[in-house]
């Protein structure tokens, strides 16, 4: 009766070992959000083929058009028909302070650009940072967080496996 009673206790030992390490590792799968193993189960299942399955079919059509189009004019003063010394030099300053126009409204979009492109890249930057927080802590948790389910389900194992290849010794010292 002893060595019933010891089997028993080993056995249960045993598979609460193998519960706690398979524990573990689901664990470790909800922290990669994973699915886990019954959801995988479940899946696999859906995919028999002898399983009545519903087949859909679709058709699409997409059109893209182009977003950043620009279109830029400029204007030009002329010195007019006939011209003299007078109206050519005229004409050549209006030309001078329409050219100035367009090279402040050039350097405004520019800025205006250059602004944009520092601040997506802030964005990006800030957005990394973050992800890369949240990565490092899911592999630290990882690689520590399931230590001690782990360390538990290894030690009854190592109990269970003990007591069920040790029973006839223990029960020759316990008589």
Same mark, same amino acid.
């Given at each position: 009766?002893?060595? &019933?009673?010891? #089997?028993?206790?080993?056995?249960? $030992?045993?598979?609460?070992? *193998?519960?706690?390490?398979?524990?573990?590792?689901? @664990?470790?799968?909800?922290?990669?959000?994973?699915?886990?193993?019954?959801?995988?189960?479940?899946?696999?299942?859906?995919?028999?083929?002898?399983?009545?399955?519903?087949?859909?079919?679709?058709?699409?059509?997409?059109?893209?058009?182009?977003?950043?189009?620009?279109?830029?004019?400029?204007?030009?003063?002329?010195?007019?028909?006939?011209?003299?010394?007078?109206?050519? &030099?005229?004409? #050549?300053?209006?030309?001078?302070? $329409?050219?100035?126009?367009? *090279?402040?409204?050039?350097?405004?979009?520019?800025? @205006?650009?250059?602004?944009?492109?520092?601040?997506?890249?802030?964005?990006?930057?800030?957005?990394?940072?973050?992800?890369?927080?949240?990565?490092?802590?899911?592999?630290?948790?990882?690689?520590?967080?399931?230590?001690?389910?782990?360390?538990?389900?290894?030690?009854?194992?190592?109990?269970?496996?003990?007591?069920?290849?040790?029973?006839?010794?223990?029960?020759?010292? &316990?008589?």
């Amino acid at each position: 009766m002893p060595a &019933l009673l010891n #089997l028993g206790v080993s056995s249960a $030992l045993q598979l609460l070992g *193998i519960a706690t390490v398979i524990w573990g590792i689901s @664990e470790t799968r909800a922290i990669f959000k994973h699915p886990s193993f019954a959801a995988k189960a479940k899946s696999w299942l859906g995919g028999f083929p002898l399983r009545a399955r519903n087949t859909v079919i679709a058709a699409s059509f997409g059109a893209a058009a182009a977003d950043g189009c620009k279109a830029r004019a400029y204007v030009t003063a002329g010195p007019g028909q006939n011209p003299t010394v007078q109206t050519r &030099l005229d004409a #050549l300053e209006k030309n001078v302070s $329409l050219i100035h126009e367009r *090279i402040t409204g050039t350097e405004k979009e520019m800025d @205006e650009e250059f602004r944009k492109t520092n601040e997506a890249l802030k964005d990006e930057e800030n957005t990394r940072k973050a992800e890369d927080h949240a990565i490092r802590k899911r592999l630290e948790a990882t690689g520590t967080g399931g230590v001690h389910i782990s360390a538990i389900g290894a030690s009854w194992l190592f109990v269970g496996v003990i007591l069920s290849t040790a029973g006839p010794e223990i029960a020759n010292l &316990l008589k």
